[in-house]
């Protein structure tokens, strides 16, 4: 018998919203397969969930630059009163910006680019702009007002590059290997923070180790090292709330295919944590907790920016300000478009021939775009988030994921003393599932040569470790280049008399087809070629709720060619 779900997903799938997302069923040539309209409002709903610890996060660490407060003694104003209130007044801000830049940039990287991506204020590139640049209370290298002038230039040009088409064949040309790596890295990378103090805690700090068990009560915390457990390990109750209804219930409800099972995990975990009196609360009888919940009440509150809203100062005559700006370029390229290609491969949404996208310029245009418009809310750099991973193993395949997040983190924007309320155990088993379905990419790396197998590596384990995916990706391509690189030399100049005994089972590369002119450039001089750049259909995407996403068919030269001759 027809539900109720099925008419409703049938006539948003013959309408235009259908056809302008390309639900299944919508009859375009290229609908997303699989794709429902109720299944994408369900996906964006759990990525927003677990993206939603952004808002009080950010908000958190960029206040300790003291926004454009002013501190003028030695001591960092630590003691200053007045100097703390109005840093007090800075996260207030914080918090509307990170919402309502997040709320923009997902509408639009969903409505433009049809991509089931969120994106938000990143985290690393926040703690890089308040600790390394802005310094703590303005101690660093320059002002906070600079700072947002050269996020704010880092947007244009990221914007221009990507029209060019430079941001795009940078993910093109990377070797099949690392690109697989690049996604179980961060498939290692979301589970670590859900395993650690930004989840579930089960991992903590060790003064000799660097890394030991968590858990701890913060009572048996070392003295001076939050989150570092002098004993007591594995007896917080939070943590085990989370291990057990965050983390078993909500796995043993994906294989018995209940939906929405993460989205639900995430909330059934926080609505337990909300009452004061229980062992798991949010919000403790002390003066952090008291905070956290006169904040909680308030429920429904609008702020408007009153003190980091246009705060730019454009001394580009500075050179401090273009070294932090050259800086946040390099870190950023890599970053996001490491992570937006990663997410959309996860999508199943990448063209097999030519190793691109769909609507990739799109994408890239529009993160940049909202990089300058966050940098004039006062906030660091925004990026696709790699917990957009979780909604598409929820399902979502279309642009409809990303609008929905965008609503609720608009919707965030009024409501944010109870989105901002989510525990991080409440995220944490969620992060660590979806870091299982992520490292599923290790299956195709070309393990059976050592210069391929190598620099995968080193970006898998690199990227976890140094809380940058960036640095893994500079890891894998240097290694790759080297390895890779001079036996092909010494192959050259032998004549072929000097090669490695496994030559032959190194993965080949190929330039991939396709110019590095963007299509509209192609269109606008008349050299299209349709057959190649439209006609070649994507990866193959399952219709299991089950995200094998991940398992895609490589492209050999022999397949390139067999397609391009069709």
């Not at 790699?386 to 994921?401: D, Q, V």
């Not at 890891?475 to 005994?501: C, E, F, M, Q, T």
Request: glycine share 10%.
């Amino acid at each position: 018998m027809v539900s109720f779900t099925d008419r409703l997903n049938a006539a948003v799938a013959a309408s235009f919203v259908g056809r302008w997302f390309r639900l299944e069923g919508c009859g375009h040539p290229k609908e997303r397969v699989g794709s429902r309209f109720l299944t994408e409002i369900r996906a964006g709903l759990t990525t927003w969930a677990a993206m939603a610890y952004i808002i009080s996060v950010n908000a958190s660490i960029l206040s300790d630059t003291g926004g454009t407060c002013v501190c003028t003694s030695d001591d960092q104003c630590i003691n200053d009163e007045v100097y703390i209130a109005c840093a007090a007044d800075v996260q207030r801000d914080l918090i509307t910006t990170t919402a309502a830049v997040s709320a923009l940039a997902s509408f639009l990287m969903g409505l433009l680019a049809n991509l089931p991506v969120g994106l938000a204020p990143g985290l690393g590139l926040n703690a890089y702009f308040t600790y390394s640049v802005v310094g703590f209370h303005g101690s660093g290298t320059i002002t906070y007002r600079e700072a947002l002038a050269a996020v704010f230039m880092e947007g244009w040009i990221f914007f221009f590059l990507s029209l060019l088409g430079l941001r795009q064949w940078l993910a093109r040309v990377m070797p099949q290997s690392l690109v697989l790596a690049v996604g179980a890295g961060i498939g290692l990378f979301i589970a670590y923070v859900g395993l650690s103090s930004g989840g579930l805690f089960v991992v903590g700090g060790d003064t000799t180790n660097l890394v030991g068990l968590g858990g701890c009560p913060a009572s048996d915390y070392q003295d001076g090292l939050p989150y570092y457990c002098a004993s007591h390990v594995l007896q917080a109750p939070t943590m085990w709330l989370g291990i057990f209804l965050g983390g078993i219930v909500t796995v043993l409800m994906m294989m018995y295919r209940v939906k929405g099972a993460i989205l639900i995990g995430i909330f059934l975990v926080s609505i337990i944590s909300w009452p004061r009196d229980s062992a798991v609360t949010y919000f403790p009888h002390n003066s952090s907790g008291d905070d956290l919940f006169d904040f909680f009440k308030k429920v429904v509150t609008f702020r408007p920016l009153q003190k980091i809203g246009n705060a730019l100062d454009y001394n580009y005559s500075s050179g401090r300000v273009w070294y932090a700006l050259i800086t946040f370029l390099y870190v950023d390229i890599l970053d996001t478009t490491g992570t937006l290609y990663s997410m959309a491969k996860f999508a199943g949404l990448r063209d097999p021939v030519t190793l691109d996208f769909e609507n990739s310029t799109i994408a890239y245009c529009v993160d940049a775009f909202s990089i300058s418009m966050g940098a004039l809310m006062g906030t660091s750099p925004v990026t696709a988030f790699i917990e957009s991973a979780t909604g598409i193993s929820e399902g979502g395949k279309t642009g409809i994921t990303a609008v929905t997040i965008g609503f609720a983190f608009f919707i965030s924007v009024f409501f944010a003393p109870i989105f901002a309320s989510i525990p991080p155990w409440a995220t944490g088993g969620a992060l660590v599932i979806v870091g299982s379905l992520m490292i599923r990419n290790v299956r195709e790396i070309n393990w059976d040569y050592t210069g391929d197998a190598v620099p995968a590596f080193l970006t898998i384990i690199i990227i976890p470790l140094t809380y940058n995916i960036a640095y893994g990706v500079i890891a894998g391509v240097i290694s790759y280049i080297l390895l890779n690189g001079i036996p092909w030399l010494l192959r050259k100049i032998s004549r072929d008399r000097i090669v490695p005994p496994t030559y032959d089972l190194a993965e080949p590369w190929v330039i991939p087809p396709g110019s590095i002119v963007p299509g509209w450039i192609q269109y606008l001089m008349g050299r299209r070629n349709d057959a190649v750049l439209q006609d070649v259909a994507l990866e193959p995407r399952e219709r299991s709720q089950s995200p094998d996403d991940l398992s895609r068919t490589k492209s050999t030269p022999e397949d390139v060619l067999e397609k391009l001759s069709s």
